[in-house]
């Protein structure tokens, strides 16, 4: 068994909040994170895919083919854009790094499987000091 | 002379765009910058002072004065918020990196000043590869 | 099970020796690192707490209270400080990144459960080239 | 049990190809990797190795044994080299980094457990945005 | 005036020796860097070019016009290859990063001008350790 | 004329204070870095010399050659001791990174010279969010 992982990044505009809460309420459980005209981040995205080696190739996938994959499922959705508002995906869903990274390995995941591997992990960074990893 | 180097940071949200173009314009001209739902990133900052070294202290400043004022004149009031609506240093300029970092020069210089030392660049970092310099 | 990661930083001192060795046999068994004069690092520490989501905000725990936590178990008492002199909770142990890695993981593991999440790792890096993970 | 990582460094020239395919096969299959007159990268070689604490030293292995084993056995022969032509451990297999990744471990293999500690994964980083990891 | 840095990537394998050299001539001037079966690298490349703000868009250049003229006339002649035989414009020059510095720079003068802007830097990193800069 | 940069690194500890001030006065004045029991970084130090390319070897310097002369010159001397107490080249000033700085580029500016290369800076990374230039 091997894994390997491809990074892709992407930039975009979020909010933390509930809408039944006010705008108060919102501060003091979410922070600074809750401001209602919105702020953002570059994330960066790793994606991790696990398999065996083909005696063909002596690839596991061919990492172009991965990239493609992360591209048309999860960066052209979402590069750029509002998350909140614009990634279908995210809808109805609190806009939470925690929320983001199962929603993207969930994403993926029968895609890297037609690939001829396995999604172990997808982990995201929204900051130098933080990131969360989710393993299915 | 010697040259000493604060690096802070703060995320955003912005837009580029200008109120006389339409959509379509935008798009053209600004590319996925335009987006009308914003996007955002991890900016990093970088602002270097210079002058001479003092003989009671070993420092041109304490590096703790030269941070609280980043945080007081900047940070605080860019850090999590959107550029185009909320950053009184921006107001009626276009939110590109360029502008914000002469912005944000502008806004340093009398301060670094006081604390004895003059300001010699602003560096920000929109994302990985790409940042913008301003000596004055 | 989503695992989220927040990394703090400390600067502090320390010397690899034992009392009952001769200088010259401290620093056969561990090199320049038994300098009785003493050499010091800039430590970064990744905390890694693992549970569930929480449907009422998205988050698995808040980044800030985790972040107070690991600054009130850890790095308000090692940051600036002598690992070996100064530090409680590595009193009596090899100041090695092993043992603090350890140390510290102990020191954390209570406070993490009380905010509903289990600790999961701790890593150290020590230098750009090496880092010590611990599980528990 | 603790777990210990060592970062190594080297750079290498290499080429992905069959001989059994034609320069345009190789192409398609291999993309740009195929070229005929090489190409080449700076490779980051992470060796994590596990174990228990030893109570005379506080340490798992020491590092500088660590460094040694991985010098002589991986970075001596692979260092500035050409992958497919001149490193022992990988005649008569592809030049991926999936190989390589295997092969390192496989050459660590013994030597770590010599050291008393057990060699628990290889991780190469061919660029910053991809690595494999390999557990054994 | 104001200075924009846009990084780029490549790959590419080459070696340092003198044809009027032997091998083990060369290999006492140039030490490993000599080896007649090739290394390789990942070379960063960071391009800074200056001017003033436009006021219609308050760009210096659009990056992606940057990031263009470097891909046409650098990135795509240069990534994947080998620089000693492929790369036109290394043709008759030793491939030290010295020299690769100030032939990329001479590259793309002109195409820089054409966009409004002055070239101000080329710098490259051969390593994390080692950088070359050229000014013009 | 091209410049061209050498990266390399110490760990050491040092205190920053007075003699003639008493404890509680350095604190004030120094803060954390004035704690009695030394605290410590692991230091970046980046030597750029500038000159012309020569047309034997298409090098500017031979970047072990000069590696080498940092070594003897500042490394040996500071890797691993105690700034305040063991550096020839500090005694009798502030370990301030701002001295260091200047004393680095002093104990190297003739080693360099006669290499047939011009030292133009020196830099020195303390933290990640602190570096000091001087450039004679």
């Known amino acids: 068994m091997i894994y390997i992982t491809r990074r892709e ?4 505009a979020h909010r933390l ?3 039944d809460y006010s705008d108060e309420k919102n501060l003091e459980v979410f922070g600074q994170c809750s401001n209602p005209n919105w702020h953002g981040h570059n994330y960066e995205l790793f994606v991790t895919v696990k398999g065996t080696i083909s005696k063909e190739t002596g690839f596991l996938v061919n990492l172009k ?3 493609s ?12 854009k509002n998350i909140n508002l614009e990634v279908d995906f995210m ?11 199962v929603s993207i ?16 992990a997808v982990k995201i960074y929204e900051s130098e000091n933080n990131y969360v990893e989710y393993f299915g």
Chains 1, 2, 3, 4, 5, 6 share one sequence.
Request: proline share 0%; glycine share 4%; no cysteine.
């Open 69 to 80: 994959i992360i591209k048309e499922k999860v960066i052209r959705k979402i590069d750029h």
């Open 105 to 120: 390995f969930e994403e993926l995941k029968n895609a890297v499987a037609k690939l001829g591997a396995e999604l172990h």
């Open 91 to 101: 809808q109805g869903k609190y806009a939470s790094t925690e929320n983001l990274t």
């Open 17 to 19: 909040f509930r809408e």
């Open 9 to 12: 990044r992407f930039n975009a």
């Open 65 to 67: 083919d991965l990239s």
